[in-house]
């Protein structure tokens, strides 16, 4: 008999019948309510912050309540399968862990400790540039399982260029380029607390490890902590980047390359017609910009000017019937944001597993109560309320 991702429901309810109840909330709100009480109010602020009034974030997950998963009986579905194949990669499930960048100011082993959930889970992970541990320790704790490298492309052409070596040289299968956060958003929480974690020198292990920073901070002439700080403020963002240099993009290497923050069809062909590989339909969880659209009613129009090339989706994702939605709109694989990051406030590595668990056996049982034995089934089972 098979296996299939629900029955990690199984093995709670036999625990219970012999009377140990579970160690972690088992869902989104739950966890994030704990994890809340264990985190620093700073770190809490910017993980759970956002835009403005943070309309854009609640939209996002709000909006999936409007989509209703068509039931249909008598469909035979013992077996389901949620495996997909990703750039050549044949994944065991459709989620991943979208990149977070400050993993590592949540717990000192943050980002470690995910990509040892990525290892356990074949789940692939994207490793932000913003990583306590650099990135080449973040790639060896994924072990087998193939991972993304995310750039944020800083000013200098040569550090970018020299972080995707890196990334190349250090296994990952494909670079994700963020293009929303050249600029940092308004984000009244973080204004608030005056704080923004990297300016503490906090997750700026790949710029401190590698060479051409290096060699860009001794130019400056002082290279104490306080300079390294002011050298990455100054070299963070490029808001000149313009679509003219989608082939510098592409120059930089020959893995898969996916253009993270796109939401318009219109964006989505130019990517596609300029050599990128993927799309990654995102508004960065409603952090960057207020007052925008929800994530999840951009998905259908990049999907369809997508012409089958793979769409990567986050922003709003909270359960596995929300993951389920996604995939149903035609979504190719479901990026997890912030309820893997309560999950490792609330329980460390074991916690970013039992968050990552519960979302595949939500989803899991879901397809299995509603008949749809794949994801192929799904598409097209949606309506809107
Ligand atoms: C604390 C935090 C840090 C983030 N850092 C990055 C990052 O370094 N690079 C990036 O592309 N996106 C980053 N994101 C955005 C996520 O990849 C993702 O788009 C977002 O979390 C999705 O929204 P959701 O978590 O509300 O579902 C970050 C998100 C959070 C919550
Ligand atoms: O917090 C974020 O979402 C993020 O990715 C970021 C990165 C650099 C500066 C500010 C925000």
């Not at 012999?18 to 809340?36: F, I, Q, W, Y």
């Not at 109010?41 to 909006?63: C, D, F, K, M, S």
């Not at 995310?150 to 250090?170: G, I, K, N, T, W």
């Not at 912030?338 to 939500?362: D, K």
Request: hydrophobic residues 45%; contains cysteine.
């Amino acid at each position: 008999m098979g296996m299939n991702y629900g029955d990690y429901q199984l093995g709670i309810y036999m625990n219970g019948a012999r009377g140990v109840l579970p160690d972690l909330p088992m869902d989104s709100a739950a966890m994030e309510e704990l994890a809340k009480s264990r985190m620093d109010p700073r770190i809490l602020g910017y993980v759970a912050g956002g835009a403005g009034n943070e309309y854009t974030q609640r939209a996002n997950v709000a909006a999936f309540e409007r989509l209703g998963i068509m039931p249909r009986m008598l469909v035979g579905a013992a077996q389901r399968s949620m495996g997909i194949n990703l750039f050549g990669h044949a994944l065991p499930s459709p989620l991943f862990f979208a990149p977070v960048g400050v993993l590592g100011a949540v717990t000192d082993d943050g980002d470690l400790a995910t990509a040892a959930s990525s290892a356990e889970l074949g789940m692939p992970m994207v490793a932000s540039t913003l990583s306590q541990a650099p990135l080449e320790q973040v790639r060896t704790a994924a072990g087998e399982t193939p991972g993304f490298f995310q750039l944020y492309p800083p000013a200098d052409r040569e550090l970018a260029e020299s972080l995707v070596h890196r990334a190349e040289a250090a296994g990952y299968s494909g670079i994700v380029i963020t293009l929303d956060t050249w600029v940092n958003g308004w984000r009244p929480r973080d204004l608030s607390a005056a704080y923004l974690p990297m300016l503490t020198g906090q997750c700026l292990a790949n710029y401190l490890s590698d060479d051409r920073f290096r060699k860009l901070l001794a130019e400056q002439g002082s290279t104490d902590p306080a300079a390294a700080v002011m050298l990455w403020a100054s070299l963070f963002g490029n808001p000149t980047m313009t679509w003219e240099d989608l082939e510098w993009f592409r120059s930089l290497t020959s893995l898969p390359i996916v253009l993270k923050g796109i939401c318009s069809p219109e964006d989505t062909r130019r990517a596609l017609d300029g050599g990128m590989d993927g799309i990654y339909c995102s508004n960065h969880g409603g952090r960057q910009a207020n007052g925008g659209i929800p994530a999840i009613d951009c998905l259908p129009g990049v999907v369809e000017a997508a012409g089958g090339a793979p769409v990567l989706f986050d922003s709003g994702v909270r359960s596995g019937v929300d993951a389920l939605r996604a995939l149903a709109l035609g979504a190719t694989a479901v990026g997890i944001g912030r309820p893997y990051v309560y999950g490792l406030a609330a329980g460390g590595q074991a916690g970013i597993t039992h968050v990552m668990r519960s979302l595949l056996a939500e989803a899991d049982l879901t397809m299995a109560v509603n008949g749809y034995p794949d994801l192929d089934s799904l598409r097209g089972s949606l309506h809107r309320l």
